[in-house]
């Protein structure tokens, strides 16, 4: 399993962009690039992934890097809804997460 | 569309006590995964079925834990004996075929006393 590594916390403003840094320098050649967060008291929600290229949903958008060892979540205008632990998962097609200690992400009025 | 749902949603029990936590995976979601979180060891996974076939139990903590997947609605996980140590929010969630979306549950919070 590929190890990750996310600031531990970041602050932001609310409307503001925010961009969620991740590192995954032993990802493998297979290996997709997930995106979950998780608000305060419940489960975790997906968000976006990807593999090679840089992918937009309604929620957010996911930059990866040309040699695929890191990677950046990009929420476009953040709300105080957005504050949540950010969790950046490299995952095999076994379906498998196995989650770090993620980002927590805070937004300020 | 009512997504996972646990049950109970919160259990409170005395150590050595026999636990069961359910599990309704979404409908025609064919993989089911059961995780528990801590503050001292974050979100793990515990045990994953595709088809309602275990296939990689390698984070269960040890013997006392149990899992099975007798049909595609439904899951449970035992402990038996209970532990305080065993104190956790437990998470259920579920994924279609081939699809790399899980959906969570809102999870059962375990007290062990």
């Known amino acids: 399993d590929a190890k990750t590594t996310q600031p531990n916390s970041m602050e932001s403003n609310e409307e503001e962009p925010v961009h969620l840094p991740c590192n995954h320098s032993?990802?493998?050649?297979?290996?997709?690039i997930h995106w979950y967060r998780q608000l305060p008291s419940q489960g975790p929600e997906y968000v976006i992934h990807g593999l090679t290229s840089n992918v937009n949903n309604r929620m957010a958008s996911l930059a990866i890097a040309e040699d695929r060892k890191s990677s950046t979540l990009i929420l476009h205008r953040a709300t105080l809804r957005d504050a949540a632990v950010y969790y950046c998962?490299?995952?095999?097609?076994?379906?498998?997460?196995?989650f770090g200690q993620g980002t927590t992400l805070q937004v300020k009025p | 569309d009512a997504g996972v749902i646990q049950s109970p949603r919160h259990e409170v029990t005395e150590m050595g006590q026999e636990v069961t936590l359910r599990c309704k995976p979404i409908s025609g979601h064919n993989s089911l995964f059961w995780y528990r979180q801590t503050m001292m060891r974050g979100l793990e996974l515990l045990i994953y079925?595709?088809?309602?076939?275990?296939?990689?139990d390698s984070g269960m903590p040890e013997d006392r834990f149990s899992a099975k997947m007798p049909n595609a609605s439904f899951s449970t996980l035992k402990i038996q004996p209970s532990e305080p140590r065993d104190s956790a929010v437990y998470f259920c969630a579920s994924s279609l075929p081939g699809h790399r979306k899980q959906f969570f549950g809102p999870g059962t919070r375990l007290t062990v006393l």
């Open positions: 079925f595709n088809n309602n076939v275990p296939i990689d």
């Open positions: 032993t990802i493998s050649g297979t290996d997709y």
């Open positions: 998962i490299p995952s095999s097609n076994t379906g498998k997460l196995i």
